[in-house]
């Protein structure tokens, strides 16, 4: 069982991740972190921010000389922007005069539509929405792609997977259906600047982002994300909660900003009728490891567990909730009408957003394969799954 967890506020100090539970001997490095780190960092219509935070990476526990060791592994990633916050962020108490001749420890009561701001402050009896949007904003998940490129390193070295994503739509764009990259195409997927796989689309994807920045407006879209080289029989069909897909969609959901998931081909597949709709089943070919589908349609993935085809789920992101044309909102000190509060922003995060369903997807496959295939160590897993591929009653 794998169990992580992440702290740490937007600009406080520092983030901190935990995951207990992966063998030892996954190969991991601090580069390693800090070049996934820099992958959720690109992509246009990204905002100032991005480039001068560096994500100072630091690996406190679990890994030794490049490899885990079975005990549980923290990461910290320092904000490079903590001296300019240091008073604001302090954890201890800070004296009202202090904070009041600082422009950034002013209360912030116009709460953003789209945001947690106004629920958050409600719920946690907050009258000033700076700790709820410090905990809240996507900030967080620099955290959650460490966590997710140890993942990935364990999914690769002990069980083959390889885990890729693309842009498939920002704003009214949308790239040509049935483009998929596959495990080879990840760098020329990087190297996009909206990591969009046809270059016609990646051209007018960049032609809505500085439309909708000249509009002071901001922009959402779609990211698919491709686990390769899943076995078979991750997940179950027998418990809702253990069930591939809903592991998976939750996950997915847990991103910010994120509003809908599909799995393979989801919803188009709903208006289809069922001969048209199902992956119809083929015995081995010459060269095959196992029986295979005709087709993909379900994103290999059938009653809750993987079948062996590739892993294909899909992610909506809505627009970015800090949009620079203010919108209307109520100030909460005095109850009236008023503009909400506009923090620094991108146009978009639809490129990085693919980053980080990838580490989402690694930690729910990660989870799933320690579940099945258990081991203390990257090579007794890897004679786990070999036992269990070659004991499938259908080879």
Not at 145 to 173: D, F, M, N, T, W
Not at 298 to 317: D, F, I, K, N, Y
């Amino acid at each position: 069982m794998l169990r992580w967890l992440t702290a740490g506020e937007s600009h406080g100090r520092a983030l901190v991740a935990i995951c207990e539970g992966l063998p030892a001997g996954i190969e991991i490095t601090t580069a390693d972190i800090a070049a996934a780190l820099a992958r959720r960092r690109a992509g246009y219509g990204r905002g100032a921010r991005m480039k001068f935070e560096q994500d100072e990476v630091e690996i406190t526990g679990g890994v030794r000389h490049g490899r885990t060791l079975g005990a549980p592994v923290a990461i910290r990633i320092t904000n490079t922007e903590w001296p300019k916050w240091e008073t604001v962020m302090s954890p201890d108490p800070v004296a009202p005069e202090v904070l009041e001749g600082q422009a950034r420890g002013a209360p912030l009561t116009r709460p953003r539509p789209g945001h947690a701001d106004l629920a958050g402050m409600q719920k946690y009896g907050h009258e000033d929405a700076r700790p709820v949007l410090e905990r809240a904003s996507a900030r967080e998940t620099a955290a959650r792609v460490a966590l997710g490129e140890v993942a990935k390193s364990y999914l690769r070295q002990s069980l083959g997977i390889e885990i890729v994503s693309h842009v498939v739509s920002i704003g009214h764009v949308c790239a040509p259906e049935g483009a998929m990259p596959g495990p080879g195409d990840a760098e020329r997927v990087d190297a996009d600047p909206v990591r969009c796989l046809d270059p016609a689309a990646s051209e007018a994807m960049r032609a809505e982002i500085d439309a909708a920045r000249m509009d002071g407006d901001t922009l959402g879209g779609v990211v698919e994300v491709i686990a390769y080289g899943v076995p078979p029989g991750l997940g179950s069909h027998v418990h809702w909660d253990r069930r591939l897909d809903a592991r998976l969609a939750a996950a997915l959901m847990s991103i910010q900003a994120m509003k809908g998931v599909e799995v393979g081909d989801g919803f188009a597949t709903a208006r289809r009728r069922g001969s048209q709709a199902h992956d119809e089943i083929e015995a081995p070919r010459p060269g095959d490891e196992g029986v295979r589908r005709r087709t993909n349609r379900a994103g290999g993935l059938e009653g809750g567990m993987s079948t062996g085809e590739p892993l294909r789920v899909r992610v909506a992101m809505k627009p970015i909730s800090t949009v620079p044309r203010a919108l209307d909102t109520v100030d909460v000190a005095t109850g009236e009408a008023a503009k909400a509060i506009n923090q620094r922003s991108d146009v978009t995060a639809v490129p990085a957003a693919g980053v980080v369903a990838e580490a989402m997807m690694a930690l729910v496959l990660a989870d799933a394969a320690t579940e099945k295939f258990g081991g203390d160590s990257v090579p007794e897993t890897r004679r786990n799954l070999r036992g269990y591929l070659d004991s499938l009653v259908i080879a």
